[in-house]
């Protein structure tokens, strides 16, 4: 597989710290963000996030697409989970603006405070979780998960699901352009049945040169014996004291949201007054 992914935080200030520090800050971070519910906290973990998130000095032409498509993604959860379903503000004393049609859930100045806030919740981890898959080296992946005390396996199994899945959309893009000079037209309009049959004449070489891919891959691991033994890495990864700094941030931040969740509101929906005040309360 000649395709892997984009390495777009190259030479940034957190493409140089140890990977696995990349990969724990996620965690810890969720793991924060997890317990926070109240919007004005909300917003600082974003500054955060995003604080954070300019130090991968990724440019934003080359991940736009992504950003459109996770906040479009983000902002469809938000709606089913918040605003439609309203599940939980049952029996609850809400108050509301109007009920949506054909489902009749009230949306209220507590439902918006509450959609906004896991808006911007989702957002803060998108934040800190792209520096993972554009700023660790694609030949890092591997090494990096079984440092962490995943099995090899399957770390190993994360590594080529980085690699396979960027070569996968330049596999459909060739198969378009073959196709194509084939006198193929891309399927346009009409109903979704019949642009899946006319998709045909892609989906069946671009699935079959996936799995003689795929072949491929596990006759090279094969010859090389994997799975024969345990294996070992030539990366040497060691954290550096900037690392550790770092790393004790996010476990300080994370043992604060913890505690002020028990001794606080944050770990409640927090609803603005000037928003009740527009629903008339």
């Not at 190993?156 to 194509?180: G, H, K, N, W």
Request: proline fraction near 5%; aromatic fraction near 12%; charged fraction near 15%.
């Amino acid at each position: 597989m000649n395709i892997t992914p984009r390495y777009l935080g190259r030479g940034s200030w957190l493409a140089r710290r140890d990977p696995r520090l990349l990969v724990l800050v996620v965690v810890l971070f969720v793991a924060t963000v997890s317990q926070v519910w109240d919007g004005r906290a909300v917003v600082g973990l974003d500054v955060i996030a995003f604080g954070y998130y300019a130090l991968a000095e990724i440019p934003f032409r080359d991940v736009r697409r992504n950003w459109i498509a996770a906040l479009i993604l983000i902002t469809i959860i938000v709606l089913v989970n918040t605003v439609l379903t309203g599940s939980r503000f049952v029996g609850v004393v809400q108050h509301s603006f109007f009920a949506v049609p054909l489902f009749g859930t009230p949306v209220s100045a507590e439902s918006l405070s509450y959609a906004v806030t896991q808006w911007l919740r989702y957002v803060a981890m998108v934040a800190v979780g792209f520096p993972v898959a554009f700023c660790v080296s694609p030949s890092d992946f591997g090494v990096t998960f079984a440092r962490l005390g995943i099995p090899y396996k399957l770390a190993f199994a994360v590594d080529l699901t980085f690699r396979f899945l960027p070569s996968l959309a330049v596999e459909y893009q060739q198969t378009i352009d073959a196709q194509r000079v084939r006198g193929y037209a891309p399927a346009s309009g009409g109903n979704p049945v019949a642009r899946l049959r006319r998709s045909v004449p892609l989906l069946v070489p671009f699935a079959v040169n996936a799995i003689v891919g795929a072949e491929d891959t596990i006759d090279a691991m094969d010859l090389r014996g994997f799975g024969t033994g345990q294996r070992t890495w030539l990366r040497h990864l060691a954290f550096e004291r900037t690392d550790r700094i770092v790393l004790l941030a996010f476990v300080a931040l994370l043992v604060v949201a913890t505690v002020a969740g028990f001794t606080t509101t944050t770990s409640h929906s927090w609803t603005p007054e000037f928003l009740i005040r527009l629903a008339g309360g």
